[in-house]
């Protein structure tokens, strides 16, 4: 939609399109900075504090939030690809008030991809003029679940959303093959240190 391509991520060519994958430390994206045009960082959001902590799993929270990034090491105005952990219907407004506080203050909305699997969340974040992105999970593609169901569920919101799809790179010729019309995000940590510097 035309809302979606005001994001930067859409100016991207050739090499640029290639970001690193769980730059989850000031140090991992201090280092990568230089030669990536985006990175992708995985933010769990404490509804008390409104911030969006950098941390995989709850176990690896510490005091590193995304203002962190935006402050410290955003001299050029980098993209960056948001894994939302936790967004659901409990925390989503107080996450979008965060979320507009930071483009307030850092002028980041054509610049972030927030990806969510929740897809009521999704809908509301695009309201705001967000580009979103909907995880689907890898046993999707595997048969552990309603398959039918589920694809008659993500085609229907896909055909009235606006948004990306992320996956891993193991479910691209499943998604390319149902959903080829719909711009994926995809990584891939096949490769050998997929997640040293």
């Known amino acids: 939609g035309d809302l ?3 994001n930067q991520i859409y100016s991207l060519k050739g090499l640029d399109r290639i970001w690193p994958h769980r730059v989850n430390s000031i140090q991992r994206l201090r280092y990568l ?12 959001f404490d509804a008390a504090s409104r911030l969006l902590y950098v941390a995989h799993d709850p176990e690896d929270i510490s005091p590193l939030v995304f203002s962190d990034y935006l402050s410290q090491a955003d001299r050029e105005h980098k993209l960056f690809w948001l894994d939302v ?7 989503l407004e107080l996450f979008c008030a965060a979320i507009q506080q930071l483009d307030q203050r850092y002028d980041i909305k054509n610049r972030i991809i927030i990806e969510s699997a929740d897809t009521s969340a999704l809908i509301r974040i695009n309201a705001l003029g967000w580009l979103g992105s909907l ?10 679940i309603d398959q039918n169901k589920s694809m008659v569920a993500i085609t229907a919101f896909l055909s009235n959303h606006p948004t990306l799809i992320s996956q891993d790179i193991g479910m691209h010729d499943f998604i390319t093959a149902h959903f080829g019309q719909v711009k994926q995000l995809t990584w ?4 050998k240190d997929a997640l040293n510097q």
């Open 85 to 91: 952990k936790n967004l659901d219907s409990l925390n």
């Open 135 to 144: 995880y689907l999970p890898a046993d999707l593609s595997g048969g552990l």
């Open 188 to 191: 891939d940590l096949r490769f």
């Open 33 to 44: 900075y230089p030669d990536f045009a985006g990175f992708e960082c995985d933010i769990r």
């Open 4 to 6: 979606g391509r005001k």
